[in-house]
Structure formats: C-alpha cells, structure tokens
C-alpha cells in the first residue's frame, strides 16, 4: 500500500484530517480498538513541503494521528507567527530547526537522529518506506526533484542526513525558509524546495514503488492533496528571476500559486489507472482552500472546516469507504512494474 501528501503549507492540516478518516474507518473495518499508524499501513508514504514534514512524522517517527494533529497545530504557533522583515524570506529558519529538533528528541531521544532506520532495528517493526522531495539549489532546470530516504536504494542512493535537515531542505521556500545546505565539505549541496518541481510527488511514488519493490504488486494507491487551487495567471508586467533575492510579492505569490496548482499530476495519474478498478484514489477539497491568504497558519480553523464538508459530500464517502475496504484486504490488483509512468 502506497500513499503521498501534496505540500499546501497550512493546508497539510486538511491532508491530516483526510487521513484520519480513512484510518477511522479502517479501524472500524478490522474491529480494532484504536486506529492503526498509517506507519503499518502504508508500505511507502512520500511527500514534499509540509506535506514531506507530515510523511516523516508518519512513516519514520511512527506517529499517530492523535499524536501529529496536536504537534501540527503547534508548529504553526511557535514557527509561523514570527515574521521576517527586510528579508526574501518570510519565516525564521532557526525556529523551524529549533522546534523540529525538538519534536524528533521527544520521539526517538536524539535531535539529530538519521533518516535511515538500520537494519537491525527495521527488523523489529514494520518497515514504513519513506522520502521527501527537494531540488538542488544550483541545477532547477530538469525540475527533477532529490529525495531523502529512510532506506537504501539499488541505485541513485540519498544522503543519510539528520531527519531536521530533511525537513528544512524540503520545507525551503522563498516567501517562508531560507536554503540549508547538507553534505560533507567537498560534496555538500545546497537545497531549496519543490517550489518550481514537485509538489505532488506522485511520479517519484510510482517510480520508488518500482526501485524498491521491482517483484511485488500493490493493492492500493492513496493521494491526499491539500485543497483545489485557484486560477493561476502570471503578471503581464512581471518578468520573474527564481534566485533573485528579493522578488516582488505579487510575483512570488503567484510562483508560490503555480507550485501549489498539484492538479495536473494528480490529473494524469487518474487517467492513466481509470480502467484499473480499486486502485488509485485522489482526496481533495473542492472548495474553500483557494483564497486562503498570507495569514493562512492562523487559518486552522477554516481548513477544519472546509475539510469536514468534504468528507461528507456523497461522492468522497464513497471513495472513503472504497480506499478503507482496499486497504483492509490487501488485495494485488498491479504489479509494481507496470507502474511506473517515466523511465525508473
């Protein structure tokens, strides 16, 4: 079983809320008394932005929905609410760090715990495959994203960073975190977000899925995106530069909107599994999300809302219901090489 989180800012709240229900009714239908970790539910959970924040919080730090809706929420207090002034970017790196390091030493008992599990203690619990996305500072042109892995791959291997460096290299962005730099001297780089790459990382989920696991097969494909974007236009009198230090507002908020826009994946992948039954499933609010402003972490409440008269509308209960029987039976429905929608 295989899922992945958009990036949305605070928006990553609504994918929480999403998953929360699906794990509510998986609950139900394995007559358990709790709700499961998505940890031992999903074989491999990706993400970018936030939503790589809250894949890692899942998958390698095994947290619980009720354990991350809390630490979300108290993230956006202590990390998004002290603006920048005079600077290209809008929040403080150092508070991020700061409270990341301090959530992974709650859970694991070391700040500077690595990404990667080992394998010795992998093999004493279930092994929740996961990665984040970022681009190479240096090289946007490919728009091909860098992942950090919890696991070693045959081939295109990641750096075993500090689980902090992987959420500060996935969560810069011009208008919120400055760049981080990871490495050892001589072969460091330096890492932005997936601003101008991948948001959705639906492709880098089919292509993993085929790495990692070339003789398996997949009985189901979870997407949670975070919230429909608006209609994206360029300003006519705006010729944008990405590195520029300082760009306009106007232009970043619209660079920030095209980013956001993870329709067009999530699009193409519906397309291309519509005649697989019961495989691929896309959450994600229809209305409500769009006009959310500069102020969007104080926002909370309105993502809870237009979340929740989502998961009502007649439509996604019936996805709902579907993606929990799917992931209750664990049945094969594609084999992971036919998966792959690029070149692995």
């Given at each position: 079983m295989f899922g992945w989180v958009d990036d949305g800012g605070a928006r990553g709240l609504s994918e929480i809320l999403i998953l929360q229900e699906i794990m509510h009714r998986l609950m139900v239908a394995r007559n358990l008394s709790e709700m499961p970790l998505p940890c031992e539910v999903f074989d491999l959970i990706g993400g970018s932005g936030t939503g790589g924040l809250i894949a890692l919080f899942l998958g390698r730090l095994r947290m619980s929905i009720e354990d991350i809706l809390p630490v979300y929420a108290d993230l956006a207090k202590k990390v998004f609410r002290d603006v920048k002034s005079g600077s290209g970017e809008k929040f403080k790196a150092t508070n991020l760090e700061r409270e990341i390091k301090r959530i992974v030493k709650q859970t694991l008992g070391d700040e500077d715990a690595r990404m990667m599990l080992g394998q010795a203690a992998s093999q004493l619990q279930k092994d929740c495959k996961t990665f984040v996305c970022a681009m190479a500072g240096h090289n946007l042109?490919?728009?091909?994203?860098?992942?950090?892995?919890?696991?070693?791959?045959?081939?295109?291997?990641?750096?075993?960073?500090?689980?902090?460096?992987?959420?500060?290299?996935?969560?810069a962005d011009p208008t919120f975190f400055r760049s981080i730099t990871i490495g050892t001297p001589g072969s460091s780089e330096n890492y932005i977000g997936t601003i101008m790459g991948r948001r959705n990382p639906i492709l880098e989920v089919l292509q993993e899925c085929s790495l990692v696991y070339p003789d398996k097969s997949v009985g189901c494909i979870v997407s949670i995106g975070a919230g429909k974007a608006a209609t994206i236009a360029l300003p006519s009198n705006r010729r944008p530069t990405f590195l520029k230090p300082l760009l306009p507002d106007d232009v970043l908020d619209t660079m920030r909107r095209i980013a956001l826009d993870c329709g067009r994946n999530a699009e193409e992948t519906a397309r291309r599994y519509e005649r697989t039954e019961n495989l691929y499933y896309r959450f994600d609010v229809e209305q409500g999300m769009q006009n959310l402003g500069r102020k969007e972490w104080e926002e909370l409440s309105s993502v809870t809302s237009h979340t929740q008269q989502y998961l009502k509308l007649s439509g996604t209960d019936t996805k709902l219901g579907s993606a929990a029987e799917n992931l209750h039976s664990g049945k094969p429905v594609i084999a992971t090489a036919n998966m792959c929608m690029s070149p692995c």
């Open positions: 042109n490919d728009g091909i994203p860098r992942l950090f892995r919890t696991y070693t791959t045959t081939k295109y291997p990641s750096p075993n960073c500090a689980i902090w460096e992987a959420i500060r290299a996935t969560m």
